[in-house]
């Protein structure tokens, strides 16, 4: 692996359903991110982490959860989605720089019907 | 609240010179950013500004007034592959990016 992956790359998802979103990445970044990106809006904050084993709130957490077991690994789970749900969804990281830059994965795009 | 401005859309020919705007009000302010996003892609960085002046990268400048709340990306030389969604993010006091709706550059021949 090379940066950041994220998982699924797709996918269709009714109303209700349990959905986990995968995001990995091998460059030792302490901080990692998930944002969710909408037509006509900026990137939206959903929750962050600063380190293995802490996590935080952003603009936009509700219906989401996520857990910071390692440096690499940080999944967003949506308990019970809902069509409001349906976006574009990016994970990010930051540390390895002295600007603490944001570097994005593949993202995912999310459809709730 | 914060936010952060910048133009839905714009227009520029093939060769030419091309300046994008971005101001904000921020609660506090630690660096600002410009990324690219090609449709349907993750945002790739461009540029960070933290103090006043111009950044130059190649082809493209950042300008950065934080007693005006203001930043600018100047692309040059414009290339076709320059179309683009162009996205300004301002790191606030928390530490936190706040961006832009982004800007859809569309390039002419």
């Known amino acids: 692996i090379a940066g950041i992956t994220q998982a699924p790359t797709s996918q269709i998802l009714a109303a209700g359903r349990r959905m986990t979103l995968r995001c990995t990445q091998d460059m030792r970044h302490n901080a990692m991110y998930w944002y969710r990106q909408d037509l006509g809006l900026g990137l939206r904050l959903i929750h962050y982490?600063?380190?293995?084993?802490?996590?935080g709130k952003g603009e936009v957490p509700d219906g989401y959860s996520v857990s910071r077991a390692n440096t690499d690994d940080f999944p967003l789970t949506l308990a019970s989605a809902v069509p409001s749900q349906t976006s574009v969804y990016f994970c990010?990281?930051?540390?390895?720089?002295?600007?603490?830059?944001?570097?994005f994965g593949p993202g995912t795009r999310l459809t709730v019907l | 609240g914060q936010n952060i401005d910048q133009p839905t859309e714009m227009t520029a020919t093939e060769g030419a010179i091309v300046q994008i705007n971005c101001t904000y009000q921020t609660s506090g302010f630690n660096g600002l950013f410009w990324y690219q996003q090609h449709a349907g892609e993750a945002p790739t960085f461009l540029s960070y500004n933290v103090l006043d002046g111009l950044e130059e990268k190649g082809r493209f400048s950042s300008f950065l007034s934080r007693s005006k709340g203001y930043s600018y990306l100047l692309l040059k030389e414009l290339q076709m592959k320059d179309s683009a969604s162009y996205l300004c993010a301002v790191r606030d006091s928390n530490y936190q990016l706040i961006w832009g709706a982004g800007t859809k550059l569309i390039i002419k021949p």
């Open positions: 982490s600063n380190t293995a084993g802490t996590t």
């Open positions: 990010a990281s930051s540390g390895g720089d002295a600007t603490d830059t944001q570097y």
